[in-house]
């Protein structure tokens, strides 16, 4: 790894104001709105200034041998289980205003993406087209949705129209939504851990399953969906059964499908990564080098922040100088149409 390569990470978090949504959200829902502990920088998710100030974390960002990244939240993925509509609308808006002030710092270096709700999608495709004009280069939506509201139903029709049509690719961030780790039963012991593999993979795996399987990428061949902070490893056996699968039973069982699964994920699908050694290894032969994005989860206490540069040589430095550029910045660039910032100075 060279300290004169740009490198961009495709998944890292601003930190949110805790009174964040006290102060921003209409007044009507303030009585309601979520109420989070100050936090100190070194505790909890602030580790580092640079989450909540733009200014910080270009300095940061430098330390790091960065040069762009995209942003996610990291208090509001919380709010992606709020079970009220309306407050839920009003948090996320609050928020996006929020990332578009903090992005305006250094527009060629910090990406925002737009917190949306799903529960009503004419709103939720107002506050994209929103968010898109004002500079933000994506939407995040919950990768465990409402029970009520399952990926493969219709109703989220005219949000992936529009998605495709203005471009902005919709991303699944880990532990947004209605999955296991809303029951205080996988916070301890044993089940801590199964929680943590076992069911958080499944939860990425069967969002997958269902925009492939139930044909959305089929109706939308240019939507793009990215898979977020759930490593990558997976993707080329899971890839592989499902293709097995898919010839195996497609005539006897049909689905609403023309081209194998993974012909779908090489098209229209993303996963990102940041301390996936395997995956690493993998693509010396699996073409997911063309789909995969390498990322560094700033400032969050498990970043591989300040020695990115170091991890990477360790799980990318065996690759070809060409497969590495895409892993680490023309994917991402290309993906949310960015412009190729200059190095970081030092």
Known sequence: MTSNEIIISADSHTMEPPDLWVTRVDATFRD?????????????????????????????MSQDGLSAEVLYPTLGLNLYSQEDAALQEACFRAYNDWAIEYCRVAPDRLAGLA???????????????????????????????????????????RFWAA????GMPVNLHILT???????????????????????????????????????????????????????????????????YYYLRFRRQDPVPMTMLPSEY????VYATFF???????AFEWWSGVDNCMWSN???????????????????????????RAKLVRENVVKLYGLRVPELVPA
């Open 115 to 157: 917190m949306i709700s799903c529960y009503d999608s004419g709103h939720a495709v107002q506050e994209l087209e929103r968010c898109a004009r004002a500079g933000l280069k994506g939407s995040v939506i919950w990768q465990a949705p409402h029970p009520n509201l399952p990926f493969r139903s219709d109703h989220y029709e």
């Open 275 to 281: 301390n996936d050694t395997v995956v690493g290894h």
């Open 32 to 60: 309601r709105a979520p109420r989070f502990p100050e936090h100190k920088v070194g505790e909890g998710f602030q580790h580092h200034p640079g989450g909540h100030d733009p200014h910080e974390r270009i300095k940061e």
């Open 177 to 243: 939504g209605h999955g296991y780790f809303n029951e205080k039963r996988w916070k301890v012991g044993p089940d801590h851990y199964r929680g943590s593999v076992n069911l958080k993979l499944l939860d990425a795996m069967d969002a997958l399953y269902d925009f492939i399987f139930w044909g959305i990428l089929e109706r939308f061949p240019r939507l793009k969906l990215v898979i977020v902070e759930n490593e990558a490893g997976w993707l080329p056996f899971t890839l592989q059964q499902w293709d």
């Open 163 to 166: 998605s495709q049509d203005l």
């Open 297 to 323: 989860d700033f400032p969050h206490p498990n970043s591989t922040w300040p020695n990115s540069l170091k991890v990477i040589e360790r799980d990318l430095g065996h690759l070809p100088a060409d497969k």
């Open 265 to 268: 994920f090489a098209r229209q």
